[in-house]
């Protein structure tokens, strides 16, 4: 875990089976419940696709002259881009003034860090006038600490993979039956794109807790027309919308979702489609074109960056590299808990050697030879290098021009 400077550590690891939320509601108690004196809160959860949806569903939002709050995890390169007030990150001075109130606050409480960071954006929201708060999960959803919100808006739930199984299950149902924890009596729920299992788990749980569904593939749909733009279905509708400015065909797919809430809080179709247009949320797909690894490009290399990390991701950076027509290398860093072999799989067909990194700015990194030892079945040369420019250096001293892409966790936005 990353700390800020005069924040505790808290040692050991707390059982969340037993504890439940109590930590995060005792905090909230002694911090004046702001949890209870929020704007209008729309609460995302998913394993896939959730930073990209709020991205598009605050871009959508904006277009039409709405403030957003926003939380959300992890961060890039800054803190800070954790939480957005009314549009704007949070400054260095509230930041440390928030944080330093929650830690007094906090007193002897076994909160996590991610918990009391939770409190402090809860708080922040509740003192600064906007519109909606877009509330994204850290893990989960159930025993989550952005789950103290008894009367969300709505609640959306993006594409559930495997990932954090350890803490979620061993089951797509078990993980989504985690997930759906968000979901709140008689709210409306928005479910993008899910297998059978995670679908079913959710519906179940939103008959419990009579929640109006509006369901990906069922309710709407989205396809891409020969000009790339978007398509939107419906039973009722069909409408056009500009090609999505993140890139890759699931955005599509997470930017349908955004426009099935957005049209539920009666945003325009053209806002809607500014929105699509506008919507920035780096490290996915993202084309590096300036910084320290860029200016060491020779001409005419293309540099890419995409932080997922399971094989979900995997699937649709391969969409993508599978397009490209110059050969594409891999720089691959990990966080502790990931499988190499399971992320590059899908990559196989279409990258022409790995080079493994280890992350600088995670502390939780995996040894770039542990990463190359859990290669060791897949037939494509990888090789160990300590940092990305070591990597960058020695594919475009000897290789054919080509692209280089570099992925596995989101902390590698912060070394690029």
Known sequence: ?????????????????????????????????????????IHFAGTNGKGSTIAFTRAMLEAAGKKCHVYTSPHLTHFNERIVLAGEQISDDNLYKLMEEVRIKTGDSNATFFEATTCAALLA????????????TGLGGRLDATNVVDNPLATVITPIGMDHTE????TIGKIAAEKA?????????????QNDDAYQVIEDKANQLSCPLTVFNADFSVDIDNDDNLVYL???????????????????????????????????????NQGITNAKWPARMEHITNGKMYNILPPNWQLWMDGGHNKHASNAVAQEIQKWPTPTYLILGLTRGRDAADFVKPLTPYISNIKAVKVQSEPNAVEPEEIVKQLSDINIKSQPYQTIEEAVLDITNNNPLGNILVAGSLFLRGDL
């Open 1 to 41: 875990m990353v700390y800020l400077p005069h924040w505790p550590k808290i040692s050991g690891i707390r059982n969340f089976a037993k504890t439940g939320l109590e930590p995060v509601y005792e905090l909230l108690d002694k911090l004046g419940n702001p949890q209870n004196n929020l704007p209008p809160v």
């Open 125 to 136: 929201f509740s003192r600064t006038k906007a519109d909606y708060v877009l509330l994204e």
């Open 167 to 170: 803490f979620l299950g061993n």
């Open 181 to 193: 924890g968000i979901l709140k009596p008689n709210i409306p729920n928005f479910i993008g794109l």
């Open 234 to 272: 419906s039973s009722s509708e069909e409408e056009v919308y500009n090609k999505p400015s993140l890139i890759g065909n699931h955005q599509y797919i997470n930017a349908g979702l955004a426009i099935a809430l957005c049209k539920h809080l009666g945003i325009s179709q053209n806002h809607l």
